[in-house]
């Protein structure tokens, strides 16, 4: 069975840092790109980042370019996404998403949230 | 970037009945577009993949169809479970990836 499971989020001020870790299950990391989307309070989905099989090929949301960086641990079975000079507007749930055929979004994680407030 | 609008915001229905949903794109898509389903508390459902193929597991109540810029997802007959938001998201041009806003189905 496919599984990815999201953890490391939590309150933190505006300004910190959180890493976020994605494990997956039921298949092997390697064979899929792999993403991060975040859902706001009452609010629809937005997409974050892009990593590619081999991390060779990344992307970021423009709102998040240049404060978040996405990672990948094969052997471990892993994603990252390290987030820093977090903002307010940055509070949301944050899932996990494998990529078939690599921009199909077959399995999502169940979320981790993150609380950016003073 | 592709814009998806969806419609209508918010459909209420009783069980038993069809629901139609629309998804308008932008600019053309061709068929790359997905269909999730998203209950309270919980991650989306991959539903419909590439305008009109079923995902694994899905019943066959739920369709897609069209091409370019208008999509459409039908529940031929709605059974409680169904009660839910649905998000369509294209993977045609990207990044980024774009979702539409959602449409709340929600018990007549």
């Known amino acids: 069975e496919v599984q990815l499971v999201e953890s490391g989020g939590g309150l933190v001020q505006p300004g910190g840092s959180l890493r976020l870790s994605c494990v997956a299950s039921g298949f092997t990391l390697s064979g899929y790109s792999m993403n991060w989307a975040r859902q706001a309070p009452g609010k629809g989905l937005e997409w974050v980042s892009y990593i590619s099989t081999s991390s060779s090929t990344i992307y970021y949301a423009d709102s998040v370019k240049g404060r978040f960086t996405i990672s990948r641990d094969n052997a471990k079975n892993s994603l990252y996404l390290q987030m820093n000079s977090l903002r307010d507007e940055d509070t949301a749930v944050y899932y996990c998403a494998r990529g078939r055929s690599d921009s199909l979004w077959d399995y999502w994680g169940q979320g981790t949230q993150v609380t950016v407030s003073s | 970037e592709i814009v998806l609008t969806q419609s209508p915001a918010t459909l209420s229905l009783s069980p038993g009945e069809r629901a139609t949903l629309s998804c308008r794109a932008s600019?053309?898509?061709?068929?790359?577009l997905a269909w999730y389903q998203q209950k309270p508390g919980q991650a989306p459902r991959l539903l419909i993949y590439?305008?009109?193929n079923r995902a694994t597991g899905i019943p066959a109540r739920f369709s897609g169809s069209g091409s370019g810029t208008d999509f459409t997802l039908t529940i031929s007959s709605l059974e409680p479970e169904d009660f839910a938001v649905y998000y369509c998201?294209?993977?045609?041009?990207?990044?980024?990836?774009?979702f539409g806003q959602g449409t709340k189905l929600e018990i007549k």
């Open positions: 600019q053309s898509v061709s068929i790359y």
């Open positions: 590439d305008a009109s």
């Open positions: 998201k294209q993977r045609a041009i990207w990044p980024p990836y774009t």
